[in-house]
């Protein structure tokens, strides 16, 4: 029966993301259906919601994606994305390689959201239309 349940819930998240629902906003309405399937009491669902956002853990990751975001746009808009991109392109094998070189580099910085710096760089090595952004995910991934 649990299985049953979980699967609707994931029916229901990948619903809302077929209808461009935001992956936050969606996440977050499946913490109430979850606890309404699995019948959990709202007052401890809503207080784990209260630990969670008051954590210092949450609040120093969320502050941590937000400055690496910015950074990355920081980057992009004067240019050093290009800059960097370009010349990894110069390796042997040109974009291909600096497209599959660059985003285990950037991984292997000691930071979270290292995906949410090395996407810029993928999208501006693979500017070719034949590459879809599922491919350029994928490759990120």
């Known amino acids: ?4 349940k979980l699967g609707l819930i994931l029916i229901a998240i990948l619903a809302a993301l077929r209808r461009k629902i935001p992956v936050g906003v ?3 309405a499946m913490g109430p259906l979850t606890a309404l ?4 009491p709202i007052e401890p669902l809503l207080n784990a919601y209260k630990t969670v956002a008051g954590s210092q853990h949450f609040i120093s990751l969320t502050a ?3 400055i690496i975001t910015i ?3 920081l980057l992009n808009v004067l240019g050093y994305l290009d800059r960097l991109a370009g010349a990894c392109q110069t390796l042997y094998g040109g ?3 600096a497209a599959v070189v660059l985003p285990p580099l950037v991984g292997l910085m000691p930071m979270p959201g290292g995906s949410l710096l090395s996407a810029p760089l993928i999208n501006s090595i693979l500017k070719h239309p034949r590459y879809t952004p ?3 995910c994928a ?3």
């Not at 029966?1 to 049953?4: G, P, R, S, V, Y």
């Open 71 to 73: 950074m990355g746009s």
């Open 26 to 28: 969606t996440l977050l």
């Open 134 to 136: 599922h491919f350029k």
């Open 1 to 4: 029966m649990e299985a049953l």
């Open 37 to 40: 399937l699995f019948q959990v």
């Open 139 to 141: 490759l990120n991934y």
């Open 95 to 97: 974009a291909r390689t």
């Open 64 to 66: 941590l994606v937000v």
